[in-house]
């Protein structure tokens, strides 16, 4: 009877581990993620892309063509290993974007993901790395629509993880292993068509 006793499990423990657990991350793991100050780079932006600010302290870029490929900016300040890193990005108006994190940033004029080190969540509800058409699919759809969605990205370069939120929803692992890990990253985003626009939004100060 003893031996009987031993062997149960308290499902009530692991229920509550569950709860703690969201899309496969704990919640002291996503609270370990800082939410950083960032502003978009002038001098690495495509220039088809207008900037509210072409000097310092830009937040909203905007498309002036619906010509030529997807146009991307870069944050200024990177991402350095070693650390976890939050941003947010508002989507104004539109419906072809592309969100996430490079490190190569010499190529504006086209998408950022095209790049094997380009990591990149489509708005089309798919992913983006190293290529222009095909993808996994994840998450769901985002727009630049009357609801302005709010894209979160997280950036783990501890242990080489990539995944997004969409409204506060947060989803899976996007991207994961060593290769994240080689270089520093920097926030990125490009739309495609004239007028679109994002804001990449400050954090919010605590109560």
């Not at 997807?70 to 650390?83: C, I, M, R, S, Y």
């Amino acid at each position: 009877m003893d031996q009987g006793k031993d062997d149960l499990v308290d499902l009530s423990k692991i229920f509550a581990g569950q709860k703690n657990m969201i899309a496969g991350h704990s919640t002291e793991y996503l609270e370990s993620f800082q939410h950083t100050v960032l502003f978009w780079d002038s001098e690495n932006a495509s220039q088809y892309l207008s900037l509210d600010n072409e000097y310092f302290d830009a937040r909203v870029a905007t498309s002036t063509t619906s010509e030529h490929s997807f146009k991307t900016v870069f944050a200024a300040e990177p991402f350095e290993q070693g650390d976890r890193y939050y941003f947010e990005i508002k989507f104004m108006k539109g419906c072809n974007f592309k969100i996430g994190v490079g490190s190569n940033r010499r190529q504006t004029d086209v998408a950022f993901c095209y790049s094997p080190d380009g990591f990149g969540y489509y708005s089309a509800g798919q992913l983006r790395n190293g290529s222009k058409t095909t993808g996994a699919k994840y998450g769901e759809c985002f727009r630049g629509t009357k609801d302005q969605d709010v894209v979160g990205v997280y950036v783990d370069l501890i242990d080489g993880k990539i995944f997004f939120s969409k409204n506060g929803i947060i989803y899976r692992a996007a991207f994961q292993g060593p290769h994240i890990l080689a270089n520093d990253m920097y926030a990125a985003c490009c739309c495609l068509t004239k007028d679109e626009s994002f804001e990449l939004l400050l954090p919010q100060p605590e109560d």
